[in-house]
Each structure stands twice: as structure tokens, then as C-alpha cells.
């Protein structure tokens, strides 16, 4: 089956700090790949997107690219702001699966910045 | 466009009691999600309703069902409520399936005494 890891929290980084958050997946189809941002108390949003090997998603000043080859979809931002302070989450769509819509997630990662 | 709106936000319930969440997607959407988050499960998908029909389920007891009407507009329903069925429930719209995103809810924030 399908299966998302990512890298357990709290990541706590100052502001203005590079941020990586690791996410690998395990797919029995080709899978799209995601990010959402929780934050308190609402939903999620999300954050930015890949459908396919070698693609780039961003938004924000967050980035991820889709690399098939190490199955991974990292997330990455240069410069972190306290306002990014979230709870960050990765997640994949299979798109061979004909049966429809189903998100698998990973178990989040929360990120705190200091000022 | 207005975003997913879910109905209500919080609810306690007893044990052994029943409930429906409401679920009103985007506009134009017809794919309706719902998952369950719980501090030790995490995100756990429940099912999925496109065009009223369950297209897809996931690895719940009988007790959580859910429909869909002909205006998209989606509910769940947990009968018999346990402790365990205390956490967030959120629903999510699509147009379609596989590479479209899914745009989520605020959540109802269900309680269990």
C-alpha cells in the first residue's frame, strides 16, 4: 500500500533560517505529491504541489521537487518567518487509483521560529 | 469563491449517542473527503463521494457513514459514539480525482464524554 514518512518535530529554527522538512513516500502507482500547512485551530491549506517526476512545486518561498529516483518530496524554504510556525504535512494522490480520491499523509511535523 | 464550510465547528456529544457533521464543498466541486485526525493516528481518510455515489473508502467501523447530495453537499454520520471517536473531522473538495488538489474545511471538532 501507499505510505508517507516525514521527519518527526519540533523543528525549532530561528527566525531567518534555511528550513528542510523530509518526506519519502512508497507508491504502488505514480503518485501526485503534496505539502499543507496546519495552523492552530483551523484546517489545512495547501501549501504547494508536484504531479510529476522532476517537477517543482512552490509557493510562499517554499519549495519541493518530486525526484522519483530517491522517492522523496522534501520541503524547503531559505529564509523562515515566525508566522510560518505550522504544523506542516506531506501527503500523496494516487493517481492510478481509478477508485478516486484518497490522500495518504504523513504524520506532520511541527515547525516553531523564534524570533 | 467561498471556501469548504463545515457545520458546526464544535460539538460534545455523550457516549452511545449519534451524530451528523455537514459539509458544503467549493463551488463546482463535486468530490467530497472526509478524514479524522487524532493526536495518535494522525490523518486517517474515511470515505469519498463524487456525483452522490462513495467512490472510495477507508478502514472504519460500520458506525461512521456518510452521503452525499445532489448539490455536492455532504454529510457524516458516527452512530453509537465511543471515546475514541473524540477528534477533528475535516472534509475536503476536489473536481476531480488523482492530480486535482483537495481544498479542506475548518473542521468540526468533535467531543466524546
Known amino acids: 500500500g501507499n505510505s508517507v514518512t516525514q521527519m518527526e518535530g519540533p523543528v525549532t529554527l530561528s527566525e531567518e533560517a534555511f528550513l528542510t522538512i523530509n518526506c519519502t513516500y512508497t507508491?504502488?502507482?505514480?503518485?501526485?505529491l503534496f505539502w499543507y500547512v496546519q495552523y492552530p485551530g483551523e484546517g489545512l491549506q495547501l501549501l504547494l504541489k508536484?504531479?510529476?517526476?522532476?517537477d517543482k512545486g512552490s509557493n510562499k518561498g517554499f519549495e519541493a521537487t518530486y525526484r522519483k529516483e530517491t522517492t522523496s518530496f522534501h520541503l524547503e524554504k531559505g529564509s523562515v518567518q515566525v508566522s510560518d510556525s505550522a504544523v506542516y504535512f506531506c501527503?500523496?494522490?494516487?493517481?492510478?487509483?481509478?477508485?478516486?480520491?484518497?490522500?495518504?499523509f504523513g504524520g506532520g511535523t511541527r515547525l516553531m521560529v523564534k524570533p | 469563491k467561498a471556501g469548504v464550510t463545515q457545520t458546526p465547528r464544535y460539538l460534545i456529544k455523550t457516549r452511545g449517542q449519534q451524530v451528523t457533521l455537514s459539509c458544503s464543498p467549493i463551488?463546482?466541486?463535486?468530490?467530497v473527503s472526509w478524514y479524522q485526525q487524532t493526536p495518535g493516528q494522525g490523518l486517517q481518510f474515511l470515505f469519498e463521494?463524487?456525483?452522490?455515489?462513495?467512490?472510495n473508502k477507508g478502514n472504519f467501523p460500520g458506525r461512521f457513514s456518510g452521503r452525499q447530495f445532489s448539490n455536492s453537499r455532504s454529510e457524516m454520520n458516527v452512530s453509537t459514539l465511543e471515546l475514541g471517536d473524540s477528534a477533528l473531522y475535516l472534509c475536503?473538495?476536489?473536481?476531480?480525482?488523482?492530480?486535482?488538489?483537495?481544498?479542506f474545511g475548518p473542521g468540526t471538532r468533535l467531543t466524546v464524554t
Open positions: 508536484a504531479t510529476k517526476a522532476d
Open positions: 463551488s463546482g466541486h463535486r468530490s
Open positions: 507508491a504502488t502507482g505514480y503518485p501526485s
Open positions: 501527503a500523496l494522490s494516487d493517481r492510478n487509483n481509478n477508485a478516486g480520491n484518497m490522500l495518504t
Open positions: 463521494y463524487f456525483s452522490e455515489t462513495q467512490r
Open positions: 475536503a473538495s476536489s473536481l476531480d480525482q488523482g492530480a486535482y488538489e483537495q481544498y
